[in-house]
């Protein structure tokens, strides 16, 4: 079956990997709840952090029911990273003490980078419906670590899009993929950030530096690393091998729909990692030096 390709979609040749990264582990995450009653699946949480160096949370929320996110994350400080919210569904209002505001909405990505510091609100814009999405913590290097606070509201129309000779369907939010340069580029951490949609049998290959670290989340149906199958809202973790140029999908073609997956992969940073709560900095003294900012109003 072919359907018509949207003019802003890219056709591009598939490409090849002589030795496809293995799977590692597979993660549940955790359930859990933030911001004034959000309910989300912490999928990166702390203990990982190391492993997948330079990203230091993955936050998946999805409901149709408004008591499960409508108190949204009322105003709350961060301080030495960058948060990247991805909207698959929903409409979220965001705020900060920069005086900026934006409207987060289906198939749009809010890139911030807390630097120094910032006060933030990010509230639901809807009472009833679908609220679907994301968020991504991406450290900074310490040397930007304290640079000034900066974002940037991402349209869905403004995100990069291409098609495979498999119908496999991608979105780059960040980095580079099969030629294609994402929304968002970073160059310390080259984070590359994708939505990969896989009909029923296809396969997909990104060629990656074996040395960045890369997770694969699925949520549409399911997913096979070599001969491991991951199912919906589960996040792989892949094998760093030396001699490994990427990583290999496909979607069992017994899946009924389409499947689909972030992968996510980034230059690790290998820095001290030091947070409490919504700060990240490389020592605790940076971190309490945070804490002791916000408590006296120097976030703004
Ligand atoms: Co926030």
Known sequence: MTTPRPPHVHAVPAASLAQPRPLEQIVAGVSTSDGDGVKLTRVLHQTLQERLDPYLMLDAFGSDNPGDYIGGFPSHPHRGFETVTYMISGRMRHRDSHGHEGLLSNGGVQWMTAGRGLVHSELPEQEEGLMEGFQLWLNLPAKDKMREPWYRDIQSAEIPEFVTPAGVHVRVIAGESHGIAGAMQ????????????????????????????????VFRESVFIG???????RMAILANEPDADGVLLRAPATNHSTARALLIAGKPLREPIAQYGPFVMNTREEVMQAVHDFQQGRFR
Request: hydrophobic share 35%; proline share 18%; charged share 20%.
């Open 186 to 217: 970073r160059e310390q951490t080259e984070p590359l950030y994708l939505d990969i949609a896989l009909p029923p049998g296809a396969e997909f290959a990104q060629p990656l530096p074996p040395d960045h670290n890369v997770l694969v989340y």
């Open 227 to 233: 001969s491991s199958e991951i199912p919906t809202k």
